[in-house]
């Protein structure tokens, strides 16, 4: 009798977890997994504005891909984000680490301040920042143009910032580190605590200076923290497609501008190219999942501890 | 040497002031005059406080329409995310089964798949179904985009609390159903509400997804209204003191939440349930 009772109820534990998951693989099938698969599909077909009518879709093989490779403008898109995206996530970690070595450094006060500053600024929705900072970058009556004017011997004679794609980016960029640093110099600072007092105070009264501490005990120790938290910032730069839409929005509407979200939403919505746009997006889709795998293995190691 | 440590607070407390500052100017500007902001001179405090740029801003009701339709996506995202995570969270932290590894590793993979590389395809299905300006239609992308994390986040809550626990209350009496209802359940709080404050979050900012599922005007979320309002005013002479009257409506619920998440993130861990 108890023989076969315990036997159903481990037949019943092997089934349960099977039962919990089932709400959760459906709707990620449904929202995540169909879209991937349409879009895979989709790149391979010839699918324009005739299609949008319901006319059938040719199957056309990789001839949008290959027609992707030869075009000159892509190439200038996918450059400019990667460029975009290194720069921008090895600027936010190199400010995010000093700032996490700063309140480590200074007293408490002083750090709750910080502190506060970063955590309003991380806690500022992506369009309200964005609003502010076109603001604060106005010709006219923005506070930036302001306050260089008061630098003897600058005149900035109402400069446009979002006019040329230099000065654009170089604005984009700003604002993206200032919303992305907090959270690099929270978990860099978080990394930092871990390490032991009694450890340093030993290297010190080895005669290590400040430098040496900091180069052979510090760095190593919080190594894994900078690695997770670059490749997050990496994959994060890949996708600001608000930022760059609210910039464009303010300065110019010219392809000169565009980022590989926002040339993706132009090839969907104004030339209705859906075969082109999901030929784009599966580009999109590796680049980040190649970017991810490293990140996704050190979790899995967590996971398995 | 002396010295170092006051000069790095003065400095940590300089780039403190830096920091803040875009968030204080959204704020401040908010209570400023529209005739006192059109100076080019601009105005660091907002001495004469006014709230005309917030009666301005909500006058035309837009952003009340606004307002119900990132409330209905937000707590409808949040309701369902919570019970499909937690359901998914106890089967991969309290039991090994065939499947649980590749399960997580899709969980961690879908996690990452950018909005940007998906949304045509889900414009495509949504739109297929009618389901374009609803809430439903993006309440499905945004529960697929957010119960993931939500799944991962939840795993160590559920992992943090000891079976043992649980097996304990059922040896004195109470079924698996009350044990975890009695025992488990209230150990989990913490995580459930940090898990629930992350999926409103990223509900109520979410700005790609809505822009290609919301294309009408009477079906827009804060976020699309926000810039709406702002690529309004930008054909005339951009009012700026109710941008960001309108930007600070926006953005205070979000500051407030994301303050209390903070703390419970840390304090959510139930390592000390059984030694206290």
């Known amino acids: 009798m108890s023989a076969i009772t315990s036997e159903t109820a481990r037949r019943r534990k092997v089934r349960a977890p099977y039962f919990l998951l089932i709400p959760a693989i459906a709707i990620l099938l449904l929202g995540m997994g169909?879209?991937?698969v349409w879009q895979i599909v989709t790149s391979l077909q010839q699918y324009g504005l005739a299609q949008q009518f319901g006319k059938p879709a040719p199957f056309v093989g990789i001839d949008n891909y290959v027609e992707l490779a030869g075009n000159a403008d892509l190439w200038w898109v996918v450059l400019r984000s990667l460029l975009f995206c290194v720069v921008t996530a090895f600027l936010t970690l190199a400010i995010g680490s000093l700032l996490a070595l700063l309140m480590a450094a200074v007293n408490k006060a002083a750090r709750l301040i910080l502190q506060i500053g970063l955590l309003l600024a991380w806690a500022m929705p992506v369009v309200a920042a964005m609003t502010v900072w076109i603001w604060l970058f106005d010709r006219r009556r923005g506070v930036v143009n302001y306050l260089l004017d008061m630098i003897p011997g600058v005149e900035m004679n109402r400069f446009d910032w979002l006019a040329q794609p230099s000065t654009f980016f170089i604005v984009a960029s700003i604002i993206v580190i200032w919303m992305s640093v907090p959270f690099v110099a929270f978990s860099i600072y978080a990394g930092l605590t871990q390490v032991s007092d009694e450890v340093l105070e030993a290297a010190q009264l080895d005669g290590a200076t400040g430098w040496q501490r900091?180069?052979?005990?510090?760095?190593?120790?919080?190594?894994?923290?900078?690695?997770?938290?670059?490749?997050?910032?990496?994959i994060w730069d890949l996708r600001v497609f608000t930022q760059i839409t609210m910039l464009k929005d303010a300065g110019s509407k010219s392809g000169d501008f565009d980022l590989l979200g926002t040339y993706i939403y132009k090839l969907g919505t104004s030339s209705q190219d859906f075969g082109m746009a999901s030929a784009v997006s599966i580009l999109v889709l590796a680049l980040t999942i190649a970017l991810s795998w490293f990140y996704i293995r050190s979790l899995l190691k967590e996971d398995a501890q | 040497m002396r010295f170092r440590k006051p000069l790095l607070s003065a400095l940590a407390i300089v780039i403190a002031l830096v920091w803040v500052f875009p968030v204080y100017w959204m704020v401040s500007s908010s209570f400023i005059p529209t005739i006192q902001l059109q100076s080019f001179i601009p105005t660091f405090f907002?001495?004469?406080?006014?709230?005309?740029?917030?009666?301005?801003?909500?006058?035309?009701?837009?952003?009340?329409?606004?307002?119900?339709?990132?409330?209905?996506?937000?707590?409808?995202?949040?309701?369902?995310?919570?019970?499909?995570?937690?359901?998914?969270?106890?089967?991969?932290?309290?039991?090994?089964?065939?499947g649980r590894t590749s399960f997580v590793i899709a969980v961690l993979v879908v996690q990452m798949l950018p909005a940007e590389g998906l949304f045509i395809a889900q414009y495509k299905m949504v739109s297929s179904v009618g389901l374009l300006d609803s809430v439903i239609g993006v309440s499905i992308i945004y529960i697929a985009s957010v119960v993931p994390f939500t799944i991962w986040m939840l795993r160590g809550f559920v992992a943090g609390v000891p079976a043992d626990l649980e097996e304990a209350a059922m040896v004195d009496g109470l079924s698996r159903f009350g044990a975890f209802m009695r025992i488990t359940f209230p150990l989990l709080a913490p995580g459930l509400v940090a898990s629930g404050v992350y999926a409103f979050l990223q509900a109520w900012n979410e700005f790609t997804v809505a822009l290609v599922l919301l294309p009408s005007e009477s079906a827009h979320t804060l976020p699309l209204w926000l810039r709406g309002f702002v690529q309004a005013s930008a054909t005339k002479e951009t009012d700026w003191g109710q941008v960001m009257a309108a930007s600070t409506l926006v953005a205070v619920p979000v500051i407030i939440f994301f303050l209390i998440v903070q703390g419970r993130l840390t304090s959510g861990l139930v390592s000390g349930a059984v030694k206290g």
């Open chain 1, 214 to 234: 900091f180069w052979f005990i510090i760095a190593p120790m919080i190594r894994p923290v900078i690695a997770i938290v670059l490749l997050l910032q990496l």
């Open chain 1, 34 to 36: 169909y879209p991937v």
């Open chain 2, 46 to 98: 907002p001495a004469p406080a006014t709230v005309s740029n917030y009666v301005g801003t909500v006058a035309d009701g837009s952003f009340f329409t606004a307002l119900g339709m990132s409330l209905a996506i937000t707590l409808t995202v949040v309701f369902f995310c919570l019970i499909f995570a937690f359901l998914a969270s106890v089967a991969i932290s309290r039991f090994r089964f065939r």
